[in-house]
């Protein structure tokens, strides 16, 4: 939980959005998997 100008959010990390954007199977969420997991990868490369 992170708190934004009084707004409670709930987040969750990189590799669990792509685990559940693999598990929902949605058009959308199909098409948004390469970039997410691109970002994954050059965070890696980068050490972050």
Do not use: H
């Amino acid at each position: 939980m992170v708190e934004d100008e009084g707004a409670r959010l709930r987040v969750i990390d990189l590799p669990t959005l792509i685990a559940v954007k693999t598990r929902a199977g949605r058009p959308k969420d199909r098409l948004m998997l390469p970039l997410l997991v691109a970002t994954l990868e050059e965070r890696g490369r980068r050490g972050g």
